[in-house]
């Protein structure tokens, strides 16, 4: 059977979690500082569907990875603004999964009519770097001694994507489940799909 992704649910809060565990517990990309429980995952999961998409690659009922999207600041005019994360399994890396989902997820947020995608990566981290710019982030600046763990302090350095051209006049972005499940719900979700290599 091929690789699908699809809509993340809170019964994949077990695999997302063994897939985000290592990431908090053994490097600085993840600033947080405990590894967040399988009830928690299914929490965010839970908050994030509200109005967000999380999309999973899964390839005979294995996650090899996740993309989500989510509020970047809470002011009024930020909402057409969107921050993006990205995390692929290890035993999936070199597979392209990470570009297929991130492919996938753009284009959902597109649909729901979200103008600029941000990106915040923990440096150095060139394989993160390199996936953002592949798939079209350009860097606009470093924030220099922002996070603290492990001991040490650590930059983060943001990227940005414009999902369309910039609107005079945006109209509100729509709610998410207002498109899934239709056609153009379905094309979204083939277009990252495809470009997976197991």
């Known amino acids: 059977m091929s690789p699908t992704i699809r809509l993340a649910s809170e019964a994949d809060a077990g695999q997302i979690q ?22 928690e995952m299914r929490e965010r999961i839970h908050h994030k569907l509200e109005q967000y998409p999380w999309l999973v690659a899964e390839h005979n009922g ?10 970047w600041r809470d002011r009024a005019a930020y909402e ?14 070199r597979q392209r999964v990470g570009r297929a989902v991130y492919t996938a997820l753009f ?4 649909l729901q009519g979200f103008v600029t995608a941000v990106a915040g990566i923990t440096l150095p981290n060139a394989a993160s770097v390199g996936l953002h710019e ?9 924030y220099r001694n922002v996070g603290y763990k492990f001991d040490t302090w650590h930059d983060v350095g943001w990227w940005q994507l414009a999902l369309r051209p910039t609107p005079l ?12 499940g239709t056609k153009e719900w379905d094309a979204a979700l083939a277009s990252g799909a495809r470009l997976i290599r197991v």
């Open 62 to 71: 294995s996650l090899l990875g996740y993309a989500y999207g989510g509020r």
């Open 80 to 93: 057409w603004t969107v921050e993006v994360s990205v995390y692929v399994h290890p035993s999936a890396q």
């Open 18 to 39: 063994t897939i985000y565990a290592p990431i908090v517990g053994d490097t600085p990309f993840s600033f947080e500082m405990q590894i967040p429980t399988v009830d």
């Open 169 to 180: 006049q945006p109209e509100r972005p729509r709610n998410l489940h207002s498109i899934v």
């Open 134 to 142: 592949g798939v079209g982030f350009q860097s606009v600046g470093v």
């Open 107 to 110: 284009d959902v947020l597109y």
